[in-house]
Protein backbone atom coordinates (compact mmCIF):
# COMPACT_ATOMS: atom_id res chain seq x y z
CA UNK A 1 0.00 0.00 0.00
CA UNK A 2 1.30 3.32 -1.05
CA UNK A 3 2.56 5.83 1.99
CA UNK A 4 -0.43 8.11 1.29
CA UNK A 5 -3.55 5.78 1.16
CA UNK A 6 -1.93 4.34 4.67
CA UNK A 7 -2.57 7.99 6.47
CA UNK A 8 -5.45 8.77 4.68
CA UNK A 9 -6.85 5.87 5.86
CA UNK A 10 -5.40 5.99 9.41
CA UNK A 11 -7.46 9.74 9.09
CA UNK A 12 -10.24 7.90 8.36
CA UNK A 13 -10.30 4.79 11.04
CA UNK A 14 -8.28 6.29 14.05
CA UNK A 15 -8.87 10.29 13.77
CA UNK A 16 -5.15 10.75 13.85
CA UNK A 17 -4.42 14.31 13.45
CA UNK A 18 -1.45 15.61 11.07
CA UNK A 19 -0.46 17.86 14.35
CA UNK A 20 -1.63 19.22 17.10
CA UNK A 21 -2.64 22.40 15.51
CA UNK A 22 -3.04 21.78 12.10
CA UNK A 23 -2.42 25.00 9.53
CA UNK A 24 -4.60 26.59 7.18
CA UNK A 25 -3.56 24.59 4.62
CA UNK A 26 -3.16 21.01 6.79
CA UNK A 27 -6.53 21.95 7.28
CA UNK A 28 -7.51 22.10 3.81
CA UNK A 29 -5.84 19.00 3.34
CA UNK A 30 -7.12 16.56 5.55
CA UNK A 31 -10.07 18.32 4.61
CA UNK A 32 -9.57 17.18 1.04
CA UNK A 33 -8.37 13.83 2.32
CA UNK A 34 -11.59 13.33 4.57
CA UNK A 35 -13.98 13.81 1.47
CA UNK A 36 -11.94 11.27 -0.78
CA UNK A 37 -12.27 8.80 1.88
CA UNK A 38 -16.07 9.75 2.08
CA UNK A 39 -16.42 9.51 -1.37
CA UNK A 40 -14.74 5.98 -2.16
CA UNK A 41 -17.15 4.47 0.61
CA UNK A 42 -19.45 5.77 -0.52
CA UNK A 43 -19.50 3.83 -3.97
CA UNK A 44 -18.42 0.65 -2.08
CA UNK A 45 -22.03 -1.62 -2.22
CA UNK A 46 -24.02 -1.63 0.86
CA UNK A 47 -23.05 -5.13 2.47
CA UNK A 48 -19.30 -3.98 2.06
CA UNK A 49 -19.33 -0.29 3.12
CA UNK A 50 -21.67 -1.46 6.06
CA UNK A 51 -18.89 -4.11 6.81
CA UNK A 52 -15.83 -2.07 6.64
CA UNK A 53 -17.65 0.86 8.52
CA UNK A 54 -18.42 -1.17 11.40
CA UNK A 55 -14.83 -2.78 11.86
CA UNK A 56 -12.71 0.65 10.86
CA UNK A 57 -14.71 2.91 12.07
CA UNK A 58 -16.94 1.81 15.05
CA UNK A 59 -13.83 -0.55 15.95
CA UNK A 60 -16.54 -3.73 16.46
CA UNK A 61 -15.07 -7.11 16.12
CA UNK A 62 -15.78 -9.81 13.70
CA UNK A 63 -18.60 -11.85 15.81
CA UNK A 64 -20.19 -8.07 16.95
CA UNK A 65 -20.81 -7.10 13.10
CA UNK A 66 -21.66 -10.71 12.47
CA UNK A 67 -24.36 -10.14 15.31
CA UNK A 68 -25.29 -6.72 13.86
CA UNK A 69 -25.73 -7.83 9.92
CA UNK A 70 -27.33 -11.20 10.60
CA UNK A 71 -24.55 -12.51 8.81
CA UNK A 72 -21.62 -15.32 9.42
CA UNK A 73 -18.34 -14.32 11.03
CA UNK A 74 -17.08 -16.25 7.68
CA UNK A 75 -19.53 -13.64 5.35
CA UNK A 76 -18.35 -10.11 7.81
CA UNK A 77 -14.34 -11.61 7.12
CA UNK A 78 -14.72 -11.79 3.06
CA UNK A 79 -16.68 -8.64 2.52
CA UNK A 80 -14.04 -6.77 4.63
CA UNK A 81 -11.20 -8.13 2.52
CA UNK A 82 -13.18 -7.20 -0.60
CA UNK A 83 -14.47 -4.20 0.79
CA UNK A 84 -10.79 -2.96 1.99
CA UNK A 85 -9.73 -4.08 -1.41
CA UNK A 86 -12.07 -2.09 -3.76
CA UNK A 87 -11.95 1.02 -1.19
CA UNK A 88 -7.69 0.86 -1.61
CA UNK A 89 -8.36 0.63 -5.32
CA UNK A 90 -11.13 3.76 -5.39
CA UNK A 91 -8.85 5.73 -3.00
CA UNK A 92 -5.53 5.33 -5.45
CA UNK A 93 -7.68 6.42 -8.40
CA UNK A 94 -8.87 9.39 -6.37
CA UNK A 95 -5.17 10.44 -5.29
CA UNK A 96 -4.04 10.46 -9.04
CA UNK A 97 -6.94 12.25 -9.73
CA UNK A 98 -6.03 15.08 -7.27
CA UNK A 99 -9.42 14.79 -5.39
CA UNK A 100 -12.92 14.52 -5.49
CA UNK A 101 -15.83 14.67 -8.10
CA UNK A 102 -16.50 17.73 -6.56
CA UNK A 103 -13.43 19.82 -7.81
Known sequence: MCRR??????????????SPAPTAEEAMVRADEHAMVHEALAELPVAMREVVTLREIEGLG?????EVTGTAVGTV????ARGRKVLQSR?????ERGGTHDH
Open 5 to 18: FLLVWGLLCFGMSL
Open 62 to 66: YREIA
Open 77 to 80: MSRL
Open 91 to 95: LSQLM
